[in-house]
């Protein structure tokens, strides 16, 4: 009670924020001023790590090509993520309510993921051309897995009195689902895709290195080839910023949806 009560005074929400963002923030400040620091004293040459100044001025500078290619990385990504959720999702749901095809289906999956992107990459260029529609099938590919795996344990991890109630009180199939199994799963699910939010953009990118004439990953490979080191890193920071973009954007869509979960305790 009493950390309840603290928890609501000004001072309270003031240390709460600090928790939350100040040491983050200062965690990666020190990075930087350490990555910084280090190549300035020990003089590193800049084509093979430029500090995080050099990074930033390139960035600016370069930000009309940045900009020129990010929409298509942004596209293949967010297509790839809602294609490969969306299956993995539905495919859970088949698999708990038909055990035999859970059986017959869930082998094949692993063995889909066992294979490495960047083999099955060419291969699908081959099939579907040089467009969107190979990269976005390759960040549904890579995103899909974890999702499928977290949804089936939360369909499944619904209390045994819950489900004996549901049962005596003669719930149908339908009203199982959506009001048990479902809210189950919700914590299972958004834990999965924000493993996904960084999946795709790193599905996108890779099958950008097979065969594309725009995108972050083209971007990457046209930089490594020109040894233009600072366009590679600026290019590889807007690529990390797009995936914390769309985890952040899961993260607003848990809290929007999830609004029942307690929460954990914290040492």
């Known amino acids: 009670m009493a950390i309840a009560a603290a928890r609501q005074t000004p001072r309270g929400r003031v240390a709460a924020l600090i928790r939350q963002f100040g040491l983050p923030a200062l965690g990666i400040l020190t990075i930087l001023g350490y990555w910084e620091l280090h190549i300035r ?15 930033a001025v ?19 990504a967010v297509g790839g993520f809602l294609l490969g959720n969306a299956v993995a999702i539905l495919l859970a749901v088949l698999f708990v309510h038909n055990r035999p095809m859970e059986r017959t289906l869930f082998p094949v999956a692993v063995a ?15 099939l579907l051309g040089n467009g969107y529609a190979p990269k976005v099938v390759i960040a549904a590919l890579i995103s899909f897995f974890p999702t499928l795996v977290n949804m089936v344990r939360g369909l499944q ?26 809210p189950s799963s919700l914590p299972f699910l958004f834990a999965a895709l924000k493993i996904a939010t960084a999946s795709s ?67």
């Open 157 to 182: 991890a619904v209390e045994t009195s819950a489900l004996e109630l549901m049962r005596v009180l003669s719930a149908t199939k339908a009203q199982v689902f959506f009001k048990l199994r479902l």
């Open 58 to 76: 390139t960035l600016v500078e370069e930000w009309p090509t940045l900009e020129r290619n990010v929409g298509t990385t942004v596209i293949e």
């Open 41 to 55: 004293l020990f003089s590193v040459p800049n084509y093979l790590m430029p500090p995080p100044s050099l990074i």
């Open 201 to 267: 953009v790193i599905g996108a990118i890779v099958a950008e290195w097979i065969g594309a004439d725009t995108g972050l990953g083209y971007l990457i490979v046209i930089s490594t080839f020109e040894f233009r080191t600072g366009l590679l890193y600026a290019t590889t920071a807007v690529a990390s910023f797009l995936a914390l973009a769309l985890f952040l954007s899961v993260v607003a869509l848990e809290r929007l949806i999830v609004r029942w979960q307690p929460d954990t305790p914290r040492q």
């Open 112 to 126: 889909v993921r066992t294979v490495p992107i960047i083999a099955i990459a060419p291969i699908l260029v081959l």
